[in-house]
Structures are given as structure tokens and as C-alpha cells.
């Protein structure tokens, strides 16, 4: 990942994560040839999500968000899926950081409810 747009967002929504729940663990995940270092995932009983980077994004990938609400409306790609849902965040986006952090909230809820 170069030191641009993209490791400053996806270093604060990081924070943004690790601070709304101190007990998530991150751990990379899925380590490939193509993709070496994994995906950086966090967990607390059970994946809350996973955060990747691409050219144009970088992706928060809830892996039970078709479950949860969201009133700030946060997620705004993978609508459709049947379980997930995510956060593409480009260049310039701004993350309203309460609605993020509650929406972290809310995950851990329901992996500790499953």
C-alpha cells in the first residue's frame, strides 16, 4: 500500500475501530501470493469486519452488516448482498466517526447475541 489518500483512511478507520471497542483483535487473514500480507481483519466473537485497499478505495467490509441497523445510513456498498455490507470510502470522503464507531458497536452486539 503506498503512503497516500489511502493508508491515511485506512489508518484511521483503524483507529476509529479499535477505539470503539477495545477488545477487538485485528489479525490478517486470508495471506496469499497476490496479496502477501493478508487482510487485516478484527474480531471479537466473531468477524466484525475487514478493512482492504484498492486502487480507488479503501473497503469496510462488515461481515454480518445485512443484520444490523443503520440509521446513519454508514454503509453504502454491497446493499444487495445477503449478509454483508461495506463502507467504500474514496478520496476526499469524510466518515462521520460517531455513526462508524456505533455502527462497530452494534456488530460486536450481534456476534456476542449469535
Not at 2 to 7: E, F, G, H, L, Q
Not at 59 to 72: E, H, N, R, V, Y
Not at 103 to 108: E, G, H, N, T
Request: charged share 30%; with cysteine.
Amino acid at each position: 500500500m503506498s503512503d497516500d489518500w489511502r493508508t491515511a483512511t485506512a489508518q484511521r478507520a483503524r483507529e476509529l475501530i479499535l477505539q470503539a471497542d477495545p477488545e477487538i483483535e485485528e489479525e490478517a487473514k486470508w495471506r496469499k501470493p497476490t496479496n502477501p500480507d493478508g487482510v487485516p481483519t478484527f474480531s471479537r466473537d466473531g468477524i466484525v469486519c475487514t478493512l482492504e485497499t484498492y486502487k480507488d478505495k479503501v473497503k469496510l467490509t462488515f461481515a454480518q452488516g445485512a443484520s444490523l441497523d443503520d440509521p446513519a445510513g454508514i454503509f453504502n456498498a454491497s446493499l444487495d448482498a445477503g449478509t454483508r455490507r461495506a463502507v467504500d470510502l474514496h478520496e476526499g470522503d469524510e466518515l462521520d466517526a460517531e455513526a462508524f464507531q456505533a455502527l462497530v458497536r452494534v456488530a460486536v452486539a450481534r456476534n456476542q447475541a449469535s
